[in-house]
Structure formats: C-alpha cells, structure tokens
T-cell receptor, first 113, second 111 residues
Framework: ETGVTQTPRHLVMGMTNKKSLKCEQHLGHNAMYWYKQSAKKPLELMFVYSLEERVENNSVPSRFSPECPNSSHLFLHLHTLQPEDSALYLC????????????FGQGTRLTVV | GENVEQHPSTLSVQEGDSAVIKCTYSDSASNYFPWYKQELGKRPQLIIDIRSNVGEKKDQRIAVTLNKTAKHFSLHITETQPEDSAVYFCAARGGSYIPTFGRGTSLIVHP
C-alpha cells in the first residue's frame, strides 16, 4: 500500500448519471493530482491542487469537476459523461519540492455506457 | 512549459537481452528525472530517479543516464526477465513541482 487510496476501483455509469471519484493520501503531501490514462495514450494531467494553487488543464471538459476540501482528500465529480471518457483515472500526491517523487493510487477504472 | 518525448513506444526483447528507453526534454531548468513502471492493471511506481548533479545512477539491473547538455536521459535494463514486462514512463521536473510525463514505452520480454 503506497498511502494513496482511490475509491471506487471500478465504476460503470450511464451518460446521465452523476458520480464522484475519491482519493485520499496519508503521506503528508501538499499537492494532489488527477490524471486520465486512456488506452494507447499518454498520461493526461487533468487537475492539480497544492497549498498555493489550483492548476487546470484547459482541454478537460467541464463535465469533470474537481474538489479538494483539504490537503489529504481529492474528489473528481462526474456528470453527463460521454463514452470517450471511459479510462483509468489516477490520483497522485507529492510534496511541492522540485525533487519530490509522485505517488500514485491504484486508479478507478471508469466505463461510461 | 516542459515537453518530454519518449522512444520507442513499444520495445520487444528476448529474456536476457538489454533494453534501453530514451527520453528528451525541453526545459533546461529541469533537474529531476524519475522513471515509473506500470505493470498491467497496477499503478505507476517509481523505480529509479536521477538528479541533475549526477550523470548516471545504478540500482542492480537498472540504470539511468543523464546528458544535461543534450537534454536527454535514458533507462537501461540489463539481463531482462519476463517480470520486467510493463509500461515505463519517464518524467521531468523543471521550474514547477508538477512532473511532465513521456508517452510511455511498452516493454515486452519474451521468455
């Protein structure tokens, strides 16, 4: 166990549903990230939260909405998704030091039907 | 911002052979270069990293080299084993704490 926990591990949802992905880290890190990993594509950074800032990839559709209530918890709220949003969603955390390693969660395998 | 290119996208080797994966980066301010291994169905995990003040680092069968002048770094795996089969990602960190990842290399080691 790396200290970054994601729930649920698997999620199947319809295009009209609303669901949320949860990420929790117990490593004392001060930055948390959401990545999207699709088949045959690179890791796509979606959002970053740190003590100083929120960073957003402008190409991420508004049907994805992040929430970071504190430094240990990160959510990704999903609504009216499309089938092409089916992917593995990975959460990661790190310190904001430039040489700090990023730790990943196990991911949530999302299927949109 | 930083741009990281990774090659090849797929690498197939016979067990016992060596494997080399190469990455280039664009931001001369980058000074931390981690490598992650992602086995099928699992999370990416750090396997080795290198900082800009050294040119090479080894850990058993894996090594990473860094050429700051040319802005490229490479992962070397010797005596490959079937359990080395995975997707490998390079990354670079420059002026920001946020890492930029390469596209990944799918390494297949045939027994």
């Amino acid at each position: 166990e790396t200290g970054v926990t994601q729930t649920p591990r698997h999620l199947v949802m319809g295009m009209t549903n609303k669901k949320s992905l949860k990420c929790e880290q117990h490593l004392g890190h001060n930055a948390m990230y959401w990545y999207k990993q699709s088949a045959k594509k690179p890791l796509e950074l979606m959002f970053v939260y740190s003590l100083e800032e929120r960073v957003e990839n402008n190409s991420v559709p508004s049907r994805f909405s992040p929430e970071c209530p504190n430094s240990s918890h990160l959510f990704l709220h999903l609504h009216t998704l499309q089938p092409e949003d089916s992917a593995l969603y990975l959460c990661a955390s790190s310190q904001t030091g430039r040489n700090a390693e990023a730790f990943f969660g196990q991911g949530t395998r999302l299927t949109v039907v | 911002g930083e741009n990281v290119e990774q090659h090849p996208s797929t690498l197939s080797v016979q067990e016992g052979d060596s494997a080399v994966i190469k990455c280039t980066y664009s931001d001369s301010a980058s000074n931390y270069f981690p490598w992650y291994k992602q086995e099928l169905g699992k999370r990416p995990q750090l396997i080795i990293d290198i900082r800009s003040n050294v040119g090479e680092k080894k850990d058993q069968r894996i090594a990473v080299t860094l050429n700051k002048t040319a802005k490229h770094f490479s992962l070397h795996i010797t005596e490959t084993q079937p359990e080395d089969s995975a997707v490998y990602f390079c990354a670079a960190r420059g002026g920001s704490y946020i890492p930029t990842f390469g596209r990944g290399t799918s390494l297949i080691v045939h027994p």
